[in-house]
Each structure stands twice: as structure tokens, then as C-alpha cells.
């Protein structure tokens, strides 16, 4: 064979038919083995390694707009599926054999693939964009027959080149010859949902979810948007129907792929169209969804379904109408109950062991993080209204969420990380009703405070230590694992330290982000249990049967080596953290570290909140502190005497830092938008260091 090809007359005895003026109708079968020939050598070859002989093929299929004659020749052709049994299996005029005829699309579909994803030839835009029109109309035509096998294979290939040719689809969709197509294909699959092959449905939704999301992420335009919403409510009603039949097990992951893909689908179209809600009530997709959610909880292979549907009531859930009509349907308790026989402290085990390795599949501990997540925001929209379902939740859920705040200071893994900040964020909310909570659930308001304390322990001790938390990034350390337990921390520094200071890598950079986002919200948690700063300010009397002490009267910087207890020394080893990180953004690189990257703006806003909460928390507790009754004078003559000279050194520092401003165009990734470090920043920076002033002096004096 390799002989045949090397020969400079092969290539072009082989296009011969291909590359004449004039296609023949008559021999579809030789025009798909020629064509699929092409595209398999290229796939084997690569572009780099192609034959010069048939490099010159692809120079003349370009010259000649061969592709755009090709196309013009199978998309004309009439198919007809020869299982419907009609006896008339002709495709054509010239009545060619149909396997021959759909061997020659398939082998189109083959040879098209190949040229998005290898380019062996250029193609114009022009092309591009007449080829993907004939496809659109060859897959309408196909429509009206509803020839199965075509219809699967045309959707199959236009939703694979519209991922590789974006641009000319986006001018294809907006152009106005086109009236809208894709809408009208989803419209008609809707309407026959029941005669149309679920895979073609599966297709079909497929590309109208990927045309949605363009038109949020790109300049296309879909007028009629909101008339995408009636066939998606259509179709999930008529795709609910076979979930709810007795299912053959071997069949089950096949059957949910539709409705997953149709849930995925409505869920875009609710974030893009403004009225969507009177839609879906008139087709009741609430309690569709509903008990689609209920079933697939039941099911050991529906997961992903329900991951889906809980992450479209979560976009649900930001509007105060769908949150309560959610509500109202009473389906809290029974998933409640469904969820509770999660494995938090395998799953957890489970991760660890697989550091490093290939994505696990979705488990039932995901779903219950993306149901914790939707609570949450429901708990953020309605209030009051939803407050049972919660006592509810948490009472079911509270050793679940105990585990997940414990085990994170244990192991610092990303995911970790982010399973603690959405159950922080969910105690937040919460504790915005902390005097009903106390009322109604008290031991899981107490477990859950020690935890956040814990937690906040935990992460200021790893946060004030930069080269551990690197060390235990990139070597996959755990904390209670027995290398890292023999290991001094100071030696382990002292040698980190002593090497060559490089950039921090990304995954180091990103835990340390997730660890100050998860500080923000843990000291947010606290502050709520804290007086507010105008009755600290006032000189009034505390009320202590409301407020209590929650920072240990103890100034001994955080250790990893310990689980705690919340003090006075850890907020301080937090406030001087953030005041470090802030004015080491400001500092003039060396020249020998001009890759260094200084933090960026995010990092320096979430750095200032995490450094007025702090200070607020301190005086809070400490006014609590002084003047408590209990409290013995010796802890307070401690809190007086070490938080003054901490605070004022403190203060120093930062009024320093705020007169100076950035030292060089270096210390600020974008100037313009940052007016925040400048000396112009200073009426909105330096009356909250003013405050702090002079409560530190009315406190201390």
C-alpha cells in the first residue's frame, strides 16, 4: 500500500470521480470509500506528515471550492429511512441503493470532522458558514420524513462543527435569511417527541443548549428567546413520562441522559429570559421536577440528574416568587430524609486517597453539597418563610456539616476547602436568626459555633505560614498524617525558606485564595455573635445573658500542632497576617524576582475585610472581656495590657501604610481601577482606621 501511495499518479486516479465538474448520482458507495480514504489518511498521517501527492489534492479541492460542490451534492439528496418498510427504498432520481447513499453521508460527516479538527486545507469563512446552512436545511428536510438514522447523524455533525466554528455559526444565526432554525428544529421535536428517536431529541436539545450559551457568552442574537422556554417544558414533560415506568437496569443511564440534558437547557433559558416563571407554572414543571428529583435520589445511577435539577433550583431560588412556589411544593423533608445516609467521613477518607488521580464520579456527598448550596439560597431569599425546612435540615444534616469543618483543617484540599465555605455560608444565613435558632435547635447552634471557631484556629495557622501550606500542597501532605507529624515546623520553615524563593505555584495560590475567602466567611459567622460596633462605642451596659465571651483570654500565636482554643493571640496573628500581605503588595520587587506576580485585586479587598472584621471582632470581645462581671481582674489587667500595645502598634502601621500608598507602578496590577491604595483613597479608608483609633484610646486608656 505504501508503495501504491508513494506513486505521483495514485492520489489523482483515486479523486478522479470526486474532483470532475460534474458528480454522478449514480456511484454514491466509490465517492464515500474515496472520501472517507482521505480523511482516514489524514487522521493516521497528521497534517505534518501528509504525502506531497496528496497535499496537491487538498491544494486543488481548495482551488476548485470542491467542498462547496460536495456539499451542494449529498445535502440534495433525498433520503428516505428503509425501516419504515414502505417498500420504496429510493434515494434519488435515479433510484441509487440507500445504504450506498447513507454510507456516503456518513463518510461526509467522517471527512468534515477531519478538516475542522486537522485542517489539512483552508477553508474560507464563507464556506464554512455555506456548509453548515446545507446541513441546517438537509436536517429540516429530513424532518418532515423523519428518517431516523439521517436525522441523528445530521444533528451529530453540525453540533460537533459548530464547537470548531463558532464564528461563522454566530454569522450564520444572524444573519436574516436564517429565521431562527434552531428554534424551529426544537419546536418540531417537541411537537413529535413521541414518533422522533430519543437520541435525536438528545441531539437536538444538545445543540440548543450549546446555541444559548453562546448567546451569553459571544455577540449572537436570539430574538425570540423566551419562545424557547414552551418546547424545553414540553419536551421534560414528555421525557419524565418513561422515569416513572418500570426501568430495565441496563437501560437507566441511557433514559436519563434526555431529561438531563433538557433540565441543563432550562436552566440557561431562565437565566437569560426575564419573565420565565408564568411559563413554567402553566406547564407545572415545578412538581415535575419535583418528583423527578425525589426519583432520581431513589436511583443509584441518578445522581447527575439530580445534581442538575438542584442546581436549576438553585438559579430558581434568586427570584423571591420561584423560591416560594419551590417551598410551597414541600418537598424539603423528603429529600432531607433521602440525603441523610451520606458517608461524609469516607467521602472525605475516599478523596484523600485518590489525590492526584482522575475526577471521581459524582457521588451522593456532591449532591448533598449542591442541596446545602440551594437551602442556602433559599434560606437568602424568602427569610422567615423557609425557617422550619432549616431547623429541619440541620437537625438531620449538623453531624454532616460538624465532619466537613473538621476534617478541612486536617487535609487543606481545594474541594475541602470549598465544601467548608458553603456550609460557613449556609451557618451565615442562618445565624441571621440565631435567636430562634438558639430556641429551636441549641445543640447544633453550639456544635456549630465551637466548629467555626475551630475552623478560624486552624486557618489563620496555616494562612500565617505560607511555606508549610506550599510544602503541603506539593507534596500532598495531611496534617495528621505521621511524616508531617514528626516534622518540627520550625526546622521544616527554616528549610523551605532557605531555598530558592520562586513563584508560588498556581494551585498554591489558589488554596490560599480559597483559604481567605473561607476566613472571610467564618469571621463574618463570629461577628454576628459579637456586639455591634455602635454599642461598643455607646459606653452602655452589655447585655451578658445575650453576648457571650468567645475568644479564650490568651495571647499564644496559632499552631498546627494544636486544635485550638479561639483566642485574643489568633485575631491579633490575623490582623498583623493581612497588614504583612497588604504592605508586601506595596513593596519595589527586587530585580532578581521581576516574574514574581504581585497579589492580586481581589486578594487586596478580601485582605482589608478579613482586617476590619478582625478589628471588630477584637473590640467587641474585648469590651466584653473588661467589663464582664465573671471575668477574673487578672484576665482583664492581661486583655488591657496586651491588646493595647497590639492594637497601637497595630495602628502605626497601617496609618503608615495608608499615607504612603504604592511605592512604584509595580506594587498595583491595574492602577486606574484601584483608587483604593492611592492617596485619593483616603477619605474611605482612614475613617474606619480613625474609629479604631479612638476606641482603642477610650478602651485603653
Given at each position: 500500500m505504501e508503495a501504491l501511495k508513494s506513486d505521483t499518479q495514485f492520489w489523482n486516479l483515486i479523486c478522479s470521480s470526486l474532483m470532475s465538474d460534474q458528480l454522478s448520482h449514480d456511484n454514491p458507495g466509490i465517492n464515500a470509500y474515496i472520501i472517507r480514504t482521505l480523511a482516514l489518511e489524514v487522521f493516521y498521517s497528521g497534517k505534518s506528515r501528509l504525502n506531497e501527492n496528496l497535499k496537491s489534492i487538498f491544494q486543488e479541492i481548495h482551488s476548485k471550492d470542491s467542498l462547496l460542490k460536495w456539499s451542494k451534492h449529498i445535502h440534495c439528496s433525498k433520503f428516505m429511512d428503509n425501516e419504515q418498510g414502505d417498500g420504496d427504498n429510493s434515494l434519488d432520481v435515479s433510484s441509487v441503493d440507500f445504504q450506498d447513499s447513507f454510507a456516503l453521508l456518513t463518510a461526509w460527516r467522517d471527512f468534515l470532522l477531519i478538516i475542522a479538527v486537522y485542517e489539512p486545507l483552508s477553508v474560507s469563512s464563507d464556506c464554512k458558514k455555506?456548509?453548515?446552512?446545507?446541513?441546517?436545511?438537509?436536517?429540516?428536510?429530513?424532518?418532515?420524513?423523519?428518517?431516523?438514522?439521517?436525522?441523528?447523524?445530521?444533528?451529530?455533525?453540525?453540533?460537533?462543527?459548530?464547537?470548531?466554528?463558532?464564528?461563522?455559526?454566530?454569522s450564520l444565526l444572524n444573519s436574516d435569511e436564517m429565521k431562527n432554525p434552531i428554534f424551529q428544529i426544537l419546536n418540531e421535536v417537541a411537537y413529535n417527541a413521541e414518533t422522533i428517536h430519543p437520541r435525536e431529541q438528545l441531539v437536538v436539545v444538545s445543540i440548543a443548549v450549546f446555541i444559548v450559551r453562546l448567546q451569553s457568552e459571544t455577540d449572537l442574537k436570539i430574538k425570540n428567546i423566551k419562545e424557547w422556554v414552551v418546547p424545553c417544558c414540553q419536551l421534560l414533560k414528555k421525557a419524565s413520562i418513561l422515569i416513572h415506568q418500570p426501568l430495565d437496569p441496563k437501560n437507566i443511564e441511557g433514559i436519563l441522559k434526555l431529561p438531563i440534558v433538557i433540565v441543563s437547557l432550562l436552566n440557561e433559558l431562565i437565566q437569560v429570559v426575564k419573565d420565565w416563571l408564568p411559563i413554567i407554572k402553566n406547564y407545572s414543571v415545578i412538581p415535575l421536577l419535583v418528583s423527578?428529583?425525589?426519583?432520581?435520589?431513589?436511583?443509584?445511577?441518578?445522581?447527575?440528574?439530580?445534581?442538575?435539577?438542584?442546581?436549576?433550583?438553585?438559579?430558581?431560588?434568586?427570584?423571591?416568587?420561584?423560591?416560594?412556589?419551590?417551598?410551597?411544593?414541600?418537598?424539603?423533608?423528603?429529600?432531607?430524609?433521602?440525603?441523610?445516609?451520606?458517608?461524609?467521613?469516607?467521602?472525605?477518607?475516599?478523596?484523600?486517597?485518590?489525590?492526584?488521580?482522575?475526577?471521581?464520579?459524582?457521588?451522593?456527598?456532591?449532591?448533598?453539597?449542591?442541596?446545602?448550596r440551594f437551602v442556602t439560597a433559599?434560606?437568602?431569599?424568602?427569610?422567615?418563610?423557609?425557617?422550619?425546612?432549616?431547623?429541619?435540615?440541620?437537625?438531620?444534616?449538623?453531624?454532616?456539616?460538624?465532619?466537613?469543618?473538621?476534617?478541612?483543617?486536617?487535609?487543606?484540599?481545594?474541594?475541602?476547602?470549598?465544601?467548608?465555605?458553603?456550609?460557613?455560608?449556609?451557618?451565615?444565613?442562618?445565624?441571621?436568626?440565631?435567636?430562634?435558632?438558639?430556641?429551636?435547635?441549641?445543640r447544633s447552634l453550639e456544635m456549630l459555633l465551637v466548629d467555626v471557631c475551630n475552623c478560624i484556629y486552624g486557618t489563620v495557622a496555616i494562612s500565617c505560614k505560607p511555606e508549610l501550606l506550599k510544602y503541603l500542597v506539593m507534596h500532598k501532605k495531611m496534617l495528621d498524617s505521621k511524616p508531617l507529624k514528626s516534622l518540627e515546623t520550625e526546622s521544616l520553615l527554616k528549610r523551605t525558606t532557605s531555598e530558592d524563593d520562586s513563584q508560588t505555584p498556581a494551585e498554591v495560590e489558589e488554596i490560599q485564595q480559597k483559604l481567605y475567602e473561607l476566613l472571610a466567611v467564618t469571621l463574618t459567622i463570629l461577628i454576628k455573635y459579637c456586639p455591634e460596633m455602635y454599642e461598643t462605642m455607646s459606653g452602655h451596659t452589655i447585655d451578658y445573658a445575650q453576648w457571650q465571651l468567645l475568644?479564650?483570654?490568651?495571647?499564644?500565636?496559632?499552631?498546627?500542632?494544636?486544635?485550638?482554643?479561639?483566642?485574643?493571640?489568633?485575631?491579633?496573628?490575623?490582623?498583623?497576617?493581612?497588614?504583612?500581605?497588604?504592605?508586601?503588595?506595596?513593596?519595589?520587587?527586587?530585580?532578581?524576582?521581576?516574574?514574581?506576580?504581585?497579589?492580586?485585586?481581589?486578594?487586596?479587598?478580601?485582605?482589608?475585610?478579613?482586617?476590619?472584621?478582625?478589628?471588630?471582632?477584637?473590640?467587641?470581645?474585648?469590651?466584653?472581656?473588661?467589663?464582664?462581671?465573671?471575668?477574673?481582674?487578672?484576665?482583664?489587667?492581661?486583655?488591657?495590657?496586651?491588646?493595647?500595645?497590639?492594637?497601637?502598634?497595630?495602628?502605626?502601621?497601617?496609618?503608615?501604610?495608608?499615607?504612603?500608598?504604592?511605592?512604584?507602578?509595580?506594587?498595583?496590577?491595574?492602577?486606574?481601577?484601584?483608587?483604593?491604595?492611592?492617596?485619593?483613597?483616603?477619605?474611605?479608608?482612614?475613617?474606619?482606621?480613625?474609629?479604631?483609633?479612638n476606641l482603642v484610646d477610650k478602651l485603653f486608656k
Open positions: 455555506q456548509i453548515l446552512k446545507d446541513i441546517l436545511e438537509h436536517l429540516q428536510e429530513e424532518m418532515k420524513s423523519n428518517n431516523s438514522r439521517a436525522l441523528i447523524l445530521l444533528s451529530e455533525l453540525f453540533l460537533m462543527l459548530s464547537r470548531h466554528w463558532q464564528r461563522e455559526l454566530i423527578l428529583l425525589i426519583k432520581s435520589l431513589k436511583l443509584n445511577v441518578g445522581l447527575q440528574l439530580a445534581h442538575s435539577i438542584i442546581t436549576l433550583f438553585l438559579s430558581m431560588g434568586s427570584d423571591k416568587k420561584a423560591a416560594e412556589a419551590l417551598c410551597n411544593t414541600g418537598f424539603m423533608p423528603e429529600v432531607t430524609l433521602i440525603l441523610s445516609d451520606i458517608d461524609m467521613a469516607a467521602y472525605i477518607s475516599e478523596k484523600r486517597k485518590n489525590l492526584g488521580t482522575q475526577k471521581p464520579k459524582l457521588s451522593r456527598v456532591d449532591v448533598y453539597f449542591a442541596f446545602l433559599l434560606l437568602q431569599t424568602i427569610g422567615n418563610y423557609f425557617l422550619q425546612d432549616c431547623w429541619n435540615f440541620i437537625g438531620v444534616h449538623q453531624e454532616a456539616m460538624h465532619i466537613t469543618l473538621v476534617e478541612m483543617k486536617n487535609s487543606f484540599l481545594r474541594e475541602g476547602i470549598q465544601d467548608a465555605i458553603l456550609t460557613c455560608t449556609f451557618i451565615l444565613q442562618l445565624s441571621s436568626h440565631q435567636h430562634i435558632w438558639r430556641l429551636e435547635h441549641p475568644l479564650h483570654v490568651s495571647f499564644s500565636i496559632p499552631s498546627l500542632d494544636r486544635d485550638g482554643p479561639l483566642c485574643f493571640g489568633t485575631i491579633l496573628a490575623c490582623v498583623n497576617m493581612c497588614l504583612k500581605l497588604l504592605v508586601k503588595n506595596e513593596k519595589t520587587p527586587s530585580p532578581r524576582k521581576t516574574t514574581d506576580n504581585p497579589p492580586t485585586l481581589v486578594n487586596r479587598h478580601l485582605l482589608m475585610y478579613i482586617l476590619e472584621i478582625s478589628l471588630a471582632i477584637l473590640l467587641s470581645q474585648s469590651t466584653i472581656a473588661l467589663t464582664h462581671p465573671s471575668l477574673p481582674a487578672r484576665d482583664k489587667q492581661v486583655v488591657r495590657r496586651e491588646l493595647a500595645a497590639e492594637l497601637n502598634s497595630m495602628n502605626i502601621t497601617m496609618n503608615r501604610y495608608l499615607r504612603r500608598g504604592p511605592l512604584s507602578p509595580a506594587g498595583i496590577s491595574t492602577p486606574s481601577i484601584s483608587p483604593g491604595i492611592s492617596s485619593r483613597s483616603h477619605p474611605t479608608e482612614f475613617p474606619f482606621m480613625k474609629l479604631i483609633s
